[in-house]
Every structure is written in structure tokens, then in C-alpha cells.
């Protein structure tokens, strides 16, 4: 059940979009971009007043005010009735959640927007042009240029992004969505640069490699170099990235009652992942967030309990949590999200290759760009890439919360009857992911298209209560 995303918690190593699934809604910031963008700019200013107006008229009308009481109780004791609960917050955290969100949304798209001007003018200072430059002064070695060339340009990217990703780190701390001090934060952006500049150097190391191979089909080609890439990212990144920025500990020594319970789920999911493979996680160190998965394949296959999660939620609580997580795992969805991924990239490299040699055609000489194959075109691409990630960002949102409702269907099922009262779980747990996450009750329309990566946190109180296809002689439809 991971938090909404604040922007990028740990650092945006993912491969273009594959994203690690959690539970809870949110937002992501694209970073790193370039030159239409004068007008994009103001396009997206525009977007962002339309998408933020919505909003914004709902923080000056609060819903009608919901009882004092800590809305969590009222979620944990639903009526004789049977009536359904809803996400609701306290008037004050709820005026919090929104001013958050509204912040949130405001830096995403000054982010979105300054990104774009920053590679713009990275483009008309010819500042990729003069790295390339010391770069072939440096040795003529071609691997050795890559070596030199894309570190210079990836951090400078990186470092002149910086104000955006601090301003971001400051909101968490403002409204304690981080508990992580500065120095920490930074030590674990330099070891993010770190991991991106290694990926980075292979990346564009193959990129020209393909592209002086063929000027037509480097696009086609440089796909079938990324496929296994994405593959590997998204298959390691949990094994090799995490454990660089958090600790694991046997959950069993630490939680022996609980890896008991969570074996029971994952047998009654068809699975075996002995309690020598589930580990805790001390997330406290630098989050607020929960969480409770399964990942990894064959030998690593692996169970993590966020300490978080203990800390925060019951027992019952985290077994759900867990449950729609092993719902992301058992119904293939970083499968699906590898493959979806793998779509979206073919068409944008495709998209890519012919906007690159026409902006090249037209402003190359402007920018001392001398063609594709010039290592000091990779600013071009990225603004490309960028801008096609950025105007596709409702629609792979929109693919993630499909995706998450099942997993919430999922976690539903495979609790039923390993936890007493399962809907009321569910429904609590979900309350108590918006008030760790301040997630606002009711995000507009608009809002919801955009950042969403998970349903509405009402929506899925409100789906836990009522879906019940025990009582009505169904079968589930995915535990059987
Ligand atoms: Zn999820």
C-alpha cells in the first residue's frame, strides 16, 4: 500500500514508465526537457489554471463538515444498518489534505514547465555541443566520449532541477508527509544520480551505437536494446536499488505471529514463499508511508513488510495490505506494466525519430548540432521523450488505476475468511492511508484524470463495503 507517490521518494531510477505499483494515489513529476517549449509552456500554465480552478473553488466550499471524531472510527464501526462508509477527514485535516494537493499540483507543473525551458536553453547555449566537444578532446575512444559526455549532461540537467526537487522535499517536511532531514535527503539524491548515470552511460552508449548503425531504424533497434533493459530494471530494481537506501530484517524474528498469518495468505493465494524469504523494512527511517508486497522471481521471490506499516495498522489492516499487493503479483501486473511500457516506448521512439530529424533539419545549425548521430543531440530526444511522457501521463494513469481496482478486488478475496470482518478491514486500512498520506477527500474530476494512479480513496472504502459475491452465490473471480 504505497503512498501516492510524493514525487519521487526514492530516486526516478525506473526505466521511462515502468513504476512500481503500490497502494495509494498520486502524482509523479516528469523531470528533465527543451524548445517548442516557449509555447508548450504557456500551454501548460493554461493546463494547469484549468486543472487547478476545480479544486481550488472546492477548498473555498468544504464539504459539509463530518462529525469531530477521528474518521477512522467512524469507518472501523460501520452502522447496524450496514450503511457504507465514505473517506472522510476532520475539517482540519481535510483543509490540510487540499492545500497539499493543491501545492503538489502547482510544483508538478512549474516542474513540467521549467524543465522544458531548461532544456531549451540548454539547446540555444549549445551547452550539449560544448560538453561533446571536450568530450572528443578528451579521448577518441568512443565508448570513452559516452563515459564523459553523458555524466556532464545528465547532472547538469540534474543539479539545475534541483530547486524543483528541494521545493518538493520541503512540502513533505511542511505538511510531515517526510520525516527525512536534509542531509539524508541529499546523501540520497547523489546516490540516485549515481545509479542513473551508470544506466544512463549504457543507455546512450547503445542509443548512438544504434543510430550510427542506422540512421532509418535506430529507433526500431534501440527499442530491442531497451526491452531486456526494462525487463531487468523491473525485475532487480527492488533487489539491488532499495536495499541501497533502506534495511531488511527477518520479519520472522521481529513479527513471528504476523509472517504466520501473511504465509497463511500467500498459500491461500497458490503460492510458497517460506518465512525465511520475508523480510521487514525500516521505511520509518525516512517515510510515513505503508506497505506490505511480494516481488521478485523464482529464488528471489521475496515478501516485504514496511516497519510503517506496523507501527500504523493492525494486523488485519496489513494482511489486506498485503493482499492487494500479492494481487499485483499473482494477476501479472508488472508483467502487464512491462508490456504496456514496452508499447508506449516503440511509439514514442517511433514519434521520436521523425520529430528529431525535423527539428534537426530546422533549427541543427542554430543549436551546432551537426545530426542525429552528434552525441549533442541527446537534449533534443529528451525533450521529446519528455513531452510525449508528459502528454501521456492521464492515459497510463488512467491503465493504473484499472489495474489497481483489481488489485483491491484481489486483496478482498484473498483475506475473505482469513480475516474476520474483511470489508471493515479494508475499509479502515483505506482510511488510514489517506490520513498517513493526507490524501484529499474529494479530488475534482479533472484533478483525478491527471495525477490519479489509483482510484479515489472514497471510491475504494466505498468498493471494499460492498462487494460481496459470497453472499449473492458468486464465485470471486480471482480466488477461487
Ligand atoms: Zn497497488
Redesign the pocket.
Known amino acids: 500500500m504505497r503512498a501516492r507517490g510524493s514525487l519521487h521518494h526514492t530516486p526516478r531510477v525506473a526505466p521511462l514508465f515502468f513504476q512500481r505499483?503500490?497502494?495509494a494515489g498520486g502524482t509523479r513529476m516528469i523531470r528533465r526537457n527543451n524548445q517548442a517549449a516557449a509555447f508548450l509552456s504557456a500551454f501548460f500554465v493554461i493546463l494547469a489554471i484549468l486543472l487547478l480552478s476545480a479544486p481550488a473553488s472546492r477548498a473555498q466550499q468544504p464539504q459539509a463538515a463530518p462529525p469531530a471524531q477521528s474518521s477512522a472510527q467512524s469507518a472501523a464501526a460501520p452502522s447496524p444498518a450496514g450503511q457504507v462508509q465514505g473517506y472522510t477527514l476532520t475539517p482540519g485535516q481535510e483543509a490540510q489534505a487540499i492545500t497539499y494537493a493543491r501545492a503538489r499540483h502547482e510544483l508538478y507543473f512549474l516542474d513540467v514547465a521549467y524543465g522544458f525551458l531548461l532544456l531549451v536553453l540548454l539547446l540555444q547555449l549549445r551547452v550539449a555541443p560544448a560538453f561533446r566537444d571536450w568530450a572528443t578532446q578528451w579521448t577518441s575512444n568512443g565508448f570513452g566520449q559516452i563515459v564523459v559526455f553523458a555524466p556532464l549532461l545528465l547532472v547538469t540537467i540534474d543539479v539545475l532541477s534541483l530547486p524543483t526537487a528541494m521545493w518538493e522535499h520541503h512540502l513533505a517536511l511542511q505538511y510531515r508527509q517526510s520525516i527525512q532531514g536534509w542531509e539524508s535527503w541529499l546523501v540520497d539524491w547523489a546516490k540516485g544520480e549515481g545509479v542513473e548515470i551508470a544506466i544512463g552511460i549504457l543507455m546512450v552508449w547503445i542509443l548512438f551505437a544504434v543510430i550510427r548503425k542506422s540512421s532509418r531504424n535506430w529507433w526500431f533497434y534501440f527499442w530491442l536494446a531497451a526491452v531486456p533493459l526494462i525487463i531487468l530494471g523491473a525485475v532487480i530494481e527492488p533487489l539491488i536499488v532499495e536495499p541501497l537506501f533502506y534495511k531488511f530484517t527477518p520479519l520472522a524474528s521481529s513479527q513471528p505471529h504476523l509472517a504466520g498469518r501473511i504465509e497463511q495468505v500467500v498459500a491461500r493465494a497458490g503460492l510458497q514463499i517460506p518465512q525465511s524469504r520475508m523480510f521487514e523494512m525500516n521505511a520509518s527511517t525516512k517515510r510515513k508511508d505503508v506497505n506490505a508486497y511480494a516481488s521478485g522471481l523464482g529464488a528471489t521471490k521475496r515478501v516485504v513488510v514496511w516497519d510503517t506499516s506496523i507501527q500504523r495498522m493492525s494486523e488485519d489492516e496489513i494482511l489486506f495490505v498485503f493482499g492487494?499487493?500479492m494481487g499485483?503479483y499473482v494477476l501479472g501486473h508488472v508483467r502487464d506494466g512491462i508490456l504496456f511500457s514496452c508499447a508506449v516506448l516503440l511509439l514514442f521512439l517511433q514519434l521520436a525519430y521523425r520529430v528529431l530529424h525535423w527539428m534537426l533539419a530546422r533549427w541543427g545549425e542554430t543549436w551546432a548540432i551537426r545530426g542525429p548521430d552528434d552525441l549533442a543531440s541527446l537534449p533534443v530526444l529528451l525533450l521529446l521523450l519528455t513531452l510525449f511522457g508528459f502528454l501521456f501521463t492521464p492515459i497510463s494513469n488512467a491503465y493504473s488505476r484499472r489495474l489497481?481496482h483489481q488489485?483491491d478486488q484481489y486483496g478482498l478475496e484473498v483475506i475473505h475468511g482469513l480475516v474476520p470482518a474483511a470489508p471493515v478491514v479494508a475499509a479502515h486500512a483505506f482510511q488510514i492511508l489517506g490520513e498517513v498520506d493526507l490524501e484529499e477527500p474529494n479530488p475534482s474530476a479533472a484533478v483525478k484524470f491527471w495525477f490519479y494512479n489509483h482510484p479515489p480513496l472514497d471510491e475504494r472504502m466505498r468498493f471494499a463495503q460492498t462487494y460481496d459475491p459470497w453472499s449473492q452465490g458468486r464465485a470471486p473471480e480471482f480466488v477461487k
Open positions: 505499483r503500490g497502494m492487494h499487493e499485483h489497481e488489485a
